[in-house]
T-cell receptor, first 115, second 111 residues
Framework: EPEVTQTPSHQVTQMGQEVILRCVPI?????FYWYRQILGQKVEFLVSFYNNEISEKSEIFDDQFSVERPDGSNFTLKIRSTKLEDSAMYFC?????????????FGPGTRLTVL | AQRVTQPEKLLSVFKGAPVELKCNYSYSGSPELFWYVQYSRQRLQLLLRHISRESIKGFTADLNKGETSFHLKKPFAQEEDSAMYYCALRIGSFGNEKLTFGTGTRLTIIP
């Protein structure tokens, strides 16, 4: 069964450094998402992406964040200058565009630790 | 703004006993409600949604609009039910809008 994959599984970086988190959505899916979960807190929506543009973003998704679909398979989240508070689990998800009740399929997550 | 509340962070239940995980939401319109489950070292996966009204792994959940609740229930808990459970809400009609999650309930089944 096809799955969303994410790399790396764990990323450690210094404050102020740029990080790129990578996701490979399920191949026939057209809607892509990033969520994050700070330790002990809820899973929070960051951004959704469709047809090569952002369709919705949360207030967390400020100018330090960007998303890109550089080729036909990858979907990336870039944090330009990481802060301590960016330490979290980042989940990618994808869904097909078939009907009104699409399921979002989640990747295993990337744990980002900012030191 | 919409919100999902799961009042219990931790819930321990003996094997064979009934389970109820509570979920309340706040949204003035008609949302779609979901339960996601995360087993140890695995990814978030959809358990069930109110639209389908089906039972998955013995779990059911009924949307109660009057009480704005979507509690997850199972009559007889099994050890493999131990996991993190998240209630989530989606609004909008296109079907690909964001999910708003609760804080989750860690369910532990005591053998």
């Amino acid at each position: 069964e096809p799955e969303v994959t994410q790399t790396p599984s764990h990323q450690v970086t210094q404050m102020g450094q740029e990080v790129i988190l990578r996701c490979v959505p399920i191949s026939n899916h057209l809607y892509f998402y990033w969520y994050r979960q700070i330790l002990g807190q809820k899973v929070e929506f960051l951004v959704s992406f469709y047809n090569n543009e952002i369709s919705e973003k949360s207030e967390i998704f400020d100018d330090q964040f960007s998303v890109e679909r550089p080729d036909g398979s990858n979907f990336t989240l870039k944090i330009r200058s990481t802060k301590l508070e960016d330490s979290a689990m980042y989940f990618c998800a994808s869904s097909p565009v078939e009907n009104f009740h699409n399921e979002q399929f989640f990747g295993p997550g990337t744990r980002l630790t900012v030191l | 703004a919409q919100r999902v509340t799961q009042p219990e962070k931790l819930l321990s239940v003996f094997k064979g006993a009934p389970v109820e995980l509570k979920c309340n939401y706040s949204y003035s319109g008609s949302p779609e409600l979901f339960w996601y489950v995360q087993y140890s070292r695995q990814r978030l996966q959809l358990l069930l949604r109110h639209i389908s009204r089906e039972s998955i792994k013995g779990f059911t959940a009924d949307l109660n609009k009057g009480e704005t609740s979507f509690h997850l229930k199972k009559p007889f808990a099994q050890e493999e039910d131990s996991a993190m459970y998240y209630c989530a809400l989606r609004i909008g009609s296109f079907g690909n809008e964001k999910l708003t999650f609760g804080t989750g309930t860690r369910l532990t089944i005591i053998p």
